[in-house]
């Protein structure tokens, strides 16, 4: 087997290890209060349907991330299950009777919360695959192996320690607002009407294409239309040297980048930019509302329409109140519930015997 065919399936395994942290956490969260061999079970069978869906749906993402909201939905699929999950984690023990009814609502709850967790990860391998189903399919089945094998591990944890289901519920509902705040709908509703981007994300993975470059030294001579549209970022610590481009870009842009290209090495970077931005007519077969939702990048007007009001600092708070619903409903709830439950029942009195 050649030496970067294994590389490769071992990209797909690592990001989807990576990516995969949080399907553990909420596979765990799921679980963990059931006995341990119905646990297994859930786990095994929740796990297993979610990871057939997604390695079905891996190779048809370009067809599923055509449906607008979809990480909308989502984010907000996973925000009642992280909520579900406290709330049920507070109410409910486990016992023989009800054990059977358990295992399957854990089932369900596994399956829903991982395929729709699966949606990121499933585009990243997507691409490390290159089309190639067989090294999409050893590389999942292994990282899968791997992440169960952790489901298994955090379920055991949650028990002994009861903090962890909460630390597991903020997780998870993190996930959920980055979700909502990275949907393309979201973003393309706040940019079109008010102008505004308030994540960075919106910019690099909606507005921008990017390739990796040592230098670039043709910027000076680009004409000027072009000037506002591309800039060379050098390498920092966090990351490496890359050329931008803004919007969606033309034939004639593609043509004047490549003119002042100084090596083969950029006018190959400048060609992967353009299949990433080019402006495509959509299939004839596509629905006409769904035209803007497949579009490789929005048009440059809203990248020039959010400069100097960038208000990222929207993020971090957006997750953080999202974090706080999350535990915080289930809290308040449950406590209300407890001293609802305990009012009007005053100790029995012990009547001495005669």
């Not at 907000?76 to 486990?94: S, T, Y």
């Not at 809203?302 to 708070?317: D, I, N, S, T």
């Not at 406590?335 to 609802?340: F, I, K, Q, V």
């Amino acid at each position: 087997m050649p030496l970067d065919y294994l590389i490769s399936v071992a990209q797909i395994i690592m990001i989807d290890i990576v990516l995969s942290g949080d399907n553990a956490v909420v596979i765990a969260l799921a679980a963990h209060k059931l006995p341990a061999h119905q646990r297994h079970r859930a786990i095994m069978i929740g796990g297993g349907i979610a990871i057939f869906m997604r390695i079905v749906f891996t190779m048809i993402m370009a067809f599923l991330l055509m449906v607008p909201g979809v990480r909308l939905v989502g984010g907000l699929v996973l925000m009642w299950i992280a909520i579900k999950l406290l709330l049920e984690d507070e109410e409910h023990e486990i016992t023989p009777d009800n054990a059977d009814a358990s295992a399957m609502a854990a089932i369900r709850m596994i399956f829903v919360a991982d395929f729709m967790m699966s949606l990121d990860n499933m585009l990243a391998v997507a691409g490390a695959s290159h089309g190639d189903w067989v090294r999409l399919l050893l590389g999942l089945l292994v990282s899968i192996a791997i992440i169960m094998t952790c489901s298994g591990l955090i379920a055991r944890l949650m028990n002994r320690f009861p903090w962890i289901v909460w630390v597991g519920a903020a997780i998870l509902a993190f996930t959920a607002s980055e979700m909502i705040l990275g949907d393309r709908e979201v973003a393309r509703f706040v940019v079109k009407t008010f102008g505004v981007s308030l994540n960075h994300r919106w910019e690099e993975d909606y507005m921008k294409s990017k390739t990796e470059l040592p230098q670039f030294e043709g910027l000076a001579k680009l004409p000027e239309e072009l000037k506002p549209l591309v800039n060379f970022e050098p390498g920092s610590v966090f990351s490496s040297p890359h050329l931008t481009y803004a919007g969606q870009m033309t034939e004639a842009h593609r043509d004047a980048l490549l003119s002042v290209a100084g090596n083969e090495a950029e006018k190959k970077g400048i060609g992967d930019m353009y299949e990433m931005s080019r402006v495509t007519a959509p299939p004839a077969w596509v629905p006409s509302f769904l035209h803007s939702a497949i579009e490789p990048k929005f048009p440059v007007r809203y990248f020039e329409r959010v400069q100097g009001r960038q208000y990222h600092w929207f993020a971090p708070l957006f997750h953080a109140v999202m974090v706080g619903l999350a535990v915080g409903i289930p809290w308040v709830i449950t406590r209300r519930r407890g001293a609802a439950g305990g009012e009007g029942h005053s100790p029995a009195v012990v009547q001495p015997p005669a």
